[in-house]
């Protein structure tokens, strides 16, 4: 007697009869697959951003053109001084969402965007005035749109820590939350703790924990449903002994920092061109995936926003790649 007779044939060991086997990728190869698939990046319009945002793979001069952009399953912070453009740039990127036909939630802080700015620029002429068969109608496009209003933070919470099925349905693939830092500084105000005259954590460790919280949440809600939250938020003035005056995020903690992929900072400058002295916006990296860029910044890249009528985003037509404050043409 044999412990087969007994117990049966043990399969937990693979000793089976059958001589199938699964195919076997190799890690390289997933890691290409992975950096290939158009399905897993989020356009900015911006097509040399694009490039600089997937890192997930050498850039080849001999291979295909690779796809980029921000990548689902990712929390992304876009931050920057009033002005700069961040509502636009979270505009465009749920347009090119909604043209895929899948689903965006925007989620509003204390400033409201207009539903109909929203409307105009899906129906805009950035979509071909001959759509292929692929492009969504503009009604469909309209009805994967979930628009919300967080008055105050715990509406946020309620919102997206616990979701139903209504508030993110299946196929969302980008949740975009705006002056989501006016919401936080709402609720708990940076205050200088000059006296404990309560038991318990004063208001900045409550602070931190709920930083800690939300931003753990919303990496868990982006990796499980496979889709990309950004969040648009202000700034803040840090004093600095040697620099002065220094524009940082208006969420600095380091519980926050950690649970952040990818930030990108957006600015304004002037440039003389013609004689004629213009304004131009720009977008730089400070973080890729979770890895910090040295010196805090790497290549800045040039934009100007349009009118609906036209391109809402698109590269300038002079302006191309800076580094290091430096434009090259």
Request: charged share 15%.
């Amino acid at each position: 007697m044999n412990y087969e007779s007994v117990h049966g044939q043990d399969i937990s060991s693979f000793d089976l009869t059958s001589t199938h086997r699964l195919p076997t990728v190799s890690a390289a190869q997933a890691l290409k697959d992975l950096g290939t698939n158009p399905q897993r990046f989020i356009s900015t319009n911006l097509a040399s951003l694009d490039q600089n945002l997937n890192d997930v793979i050498s850039d080849d001069s001999d291979a295909p053109p690779r796809p980029g952009g921000l990548q689902k399953g990712q929390v992304v912070e876009i931050w920057g001084p009033p002005g700069s453009g961040k509502t636009a740039f979270g505009i465009q990127l749920a347009a090119n969402i909604l043209r895929q036909g899948e689903k965006v939630i925007w989620v509003d802080g204390f400033h409201p965007i207009s539903p109909r700015r929203l409307y105009d620029v899906i129906v805009s002429t950035h979509y071909p005035s001959s759509p292929s068969t692929t492009t969504p109608l503009i009604d469909n496009q309209t009805d994967n749109f979930l628009h919300f209003r967080a008055p105050t933070l715990a509406h946020l919470i309620g919102l997206l820590c616990k979701p139903t099925s209504s508030a993110i349905p299946s196929n969302t693939s980008l949740i975009v939350i705006d002056t989501l830092s006016s919401l936080i500084n709402h609720a708990y105000p940076r205050n200088f703790e000059t006296r404990r005259s309560q038991k318990g954590p004063g208001p900045s460790a409550r602070r931190l924990q709920v930083l800690q919280f939300l931003i753990s949440t919303l990496q868990k809600l982006a990796a499980t449903r496979d889709l990309c939250i950004v969040i648009l938020s202000q700034c803040a003035t840090r004093m600095q002994f040697e620099r002065g005056a220094t524009l940082i995020p208006a969420i600095n903690a380091g519980t926050w920092e950690q649970g952040i992929a990818t930030r990108l900072v957006l600015f304004r400058d002037w440039v003389i061109e013609n004689d004629i002295v213009r304004d131009i916006r720009f977008v730089g990296v400070q973080k890729l995936n979770g890895k910090s860029i040295p010196g805090g910044i790497s290549q800045v890249f040039a934009f100007n926003i349009q009118a609906v009528s036209k391109p809402f985003i698109r590269n300038h037509p002079r302006l191309l790649t800076c580094i290091g404050g430096s434009c090259r043409r």
